[in-house]
């Protein structure tokens, strides 16, 4: 006998445990557990809130990588980040930090009964900022404060929960924006007698500020909702000088040397180089990929002369096929964060 078993789109999500009950009508009716499964949002429902048409649904909920954009109005610079909403453990870590949230911890029964809402999940979520691999590793314990870029790309990769839960998320940057001050949506320039302008403007104006965007559906209208981070203690504001802010990709560069097939190993070299006038130390290469590599590759370089490039080359085995996108970190004891990346079509195996 064969039985197929479907949830209502209006089901709760989180971790359910499937029994079977017999009545052989004797009065003992034993049963019998048959396993455990997890129910998450559908954007592939059309009768769900979460329903998204293609091609949506790639981007906003499949795709496991992608860029992130930090700088200012006049120098606007891309950066890889691995959501890595796939990987292993995610969706468990995931519903252990629902069952962390305040809401929980106050009615965990009506608490449940909401989770088939994902704007009121959203609003959960968007309270609670953390790295989830650090924080499910250092025994779940809350953090105070987090930058909007963190708490954004957190919110939206498996590092939070968004697009692991299913619920289509985008990641959106913007520039010279203003602050909520007064609640006028006006910003305010202020200037002294001479016609300077003051520093007290800039106060009033963000010049960079990351959000993320659930698609919300709600009653007979759909769109993005974008969700900000809680603004728990006070911002401290630092003006920097640099003489070579555009060095990133110039300074990492990525070669495959084999054919990208998975679940078969392929030579990636990475070529290296020191941007700077005088020598550096503490050299750490580190190498991640969702659906290339499982943990990421780190690797100590050592020292290096001023301009000095140098090579290593990794062996890697992808265990996902498909486009993925490999990405390099750079650092040294007098920089950090020089990034690379570079997007792979993994071939299947059957193809070969």
């Excluded at 060095?247 to 054919?259: A, G, I, Q, W």
């Amino acid at each position: 006998m064969e039985i197929t078993l479907s949830a209502p789109a209006s089901a709760v999500i989180g971790q359910f445990l499937l029994k079977i009950h017999i009545d052989s009508g004797t009065g003992h009716i034993p049963s019998y557990q048959l396993g455990e499964f997890i129910l998450l949002f559908n954007a592939w429902c059309p009768a769900g809130d979460m329903y998204l048409a293609i091609p949506g649904r790639q981007e906003y909920v499949m795709n496991d990588y992608g860029l992130i954009y930090q700088g200012n109005k006049n120098w606007i610079h891309p950066y890889p980040w691995n959501y890595g909403q796939f990987e292993e453990d995610t969706v468990d870590i995931c519903l252990k930090l629902l069952d962390r949230s305040l809401n929980f911890q106050r009615d965990p029964v009506k608490e449940y009964s909401l989770r088939n809402n994902p704007i009121y999940l959203s609003r959960v979520v968007s309270t609670m900022v953390v790295i989830l691999r650090q924080w499910d590793a250092a025994g779940g314990q809350p953090v105070k404060y987090g930058q909007c870029w963190v708490f954004a790309v957190v919110m939206c990769t498996y590092r939070a929960m968004m697009r692991c839960l299913g619920i289509p998320t985008r990641y959106v940057t913007n520039f010279e924006s203003g602050h909520k001050k007064d609640s006028n949506l006006i910003i305010d320039e202020f200037y002294d007698t001479t016609g300077r302008i003051l520093a007290l403007t800039a106060r009033t104006v963000c010049g960079e500020n990351h959000n993320q965007e659930p698609w919300k559906v709600a009653q007979t209208y759909l769109k993005f909702k974008i969700t900000e981070s809680p603004e728990i203690g006070q911002d401290i504001k630092l003006i920097l000088l640099a003489c070579n802010l555009a060095f990133e990709y110039k300074n990492v560069k990525l070669s495959v040397l084999t054919p990208v097939v998975e679940k078969q190993p392929f030579a990636l070299q990475v070529v290296i180089a020191n941007p700077l006038y005088e020598p550096v130390a503490d050299c750490v290469l580190t190498v991640e990929g969702g659906g290339l590599l499982k943990e990421q590759l780190s690797t100590d370089m050592g020292a290096l002369r001023p301009q000095e490039r140098t090579s290593i080359t990794f062996q890697i085995i992808p265990f996902k096929s498909s486009q993925r996108q490999l990405q390099v970190n750079f650092k040294s004891n007098k920089f950090r964060d020089i990034k690379g990346y570079k997007t792979l079509m993994v071939a299947p195996t059957s193809r070969f």
